[in-house]
């Protein structure tokens, strides 16, 4: 796995715009065990994600973290444990001329900039308020000018799309649920005209780990 940047030490303060905002905080036991219930949530169609890796949530207890709120509908995502870990997958994999759909913190854009094996990283994001957040913290590592930044709709964005890629991946959910499964497989499709070759990759976040959990 490559190594994964703490990223509470590259986002130095707690920046904000109009929408969004960083927030550095430690992790506690007392929000461990809010976020991480021990037993996994009674909603039939939610992938407890914070309940699957509580182990990992535990040894976190005590570190800093950044989490990126929305002002009106709070966390969107957070560099815990859960959220690292089920990243492993892309991290292991992703190689040459890659199309990333969800900005997010760059929790696994960081760890690419300096890799030899990485190309090009084109990140395809909704907001724009989170691109001005997020972007120049991410600028500022490119020194290698690998990424670039567009504004556009992964569900739409297929439609006009001509460039190839090694490697797609999709992670535009703040949280997974049964329906999620049902989008990440119209996006596969719409996607796999933009594949090079049948060797390249083609991942969401969670997906494989959520078919076991589901499909059972």
């Given at each position: 796995m490559r190594e994964i940047l703490d990223i509470s030490k590259i986002y130095k303060s707690n920046a904000e715009t109009k929408n969004f905002k960083l927030i550095k905080a430690t992790w506690s036991k007392e929000s461990h065990d809010f976020w991480t219930p021990k037993e996994p949530p009674e909603f039939d169609d939610l992938y407890p994600l914070h309940w699957i890796y509580r182990k990992e949530s535990e040894q976190d207890i005590g570190k800093d973290y950044v989490a990126l709120v929305h002002k009106q509908y709070g966390t969107m995502m957070s560099s815990h444990a859960s959220e690292i870990i089920s990243c492993k997958d892309f991290?292991?994999?992703a190689y040459g001329d890659i199309l990333n759909f969800g900005l997010g913190l760059g929790?696994?854009?960081f760890p690419l900039l300096d890799d030899?094996?990485?190309k090009s990283i084109k990140i395809v994001e909704l907001d724009k308020d989170l691109i001005e957040l997020i972007s120049p913290f991410i600028k500022e590592r490119d020194?290698?000018?690998k990424v670039s930044i567009v504004h556009g709709d992964a569900f739409t964005y297929h439609r006009e799309l001509k460039e190839k890629f090694d490697t797609i991946f999709f992670d535009i959910w703040p949280s997974l649920y049964l329906k999620t499964l049902i989008e990440m497989e119209f996006l596969h499709r719409?996607?796999?005209k933009n594949l090079k070759t049948n060797k390249?990759?083609?991942m969401s976040w969670c997906y494989n780990d959520m078919k076991k959990y589901f499909i059972r």
């Open positions: 991290l292991d994999k929790i696994v854009i030899p094996t990485v020194v290698n000018n719409a996607y796999i390249s990759l083609m």
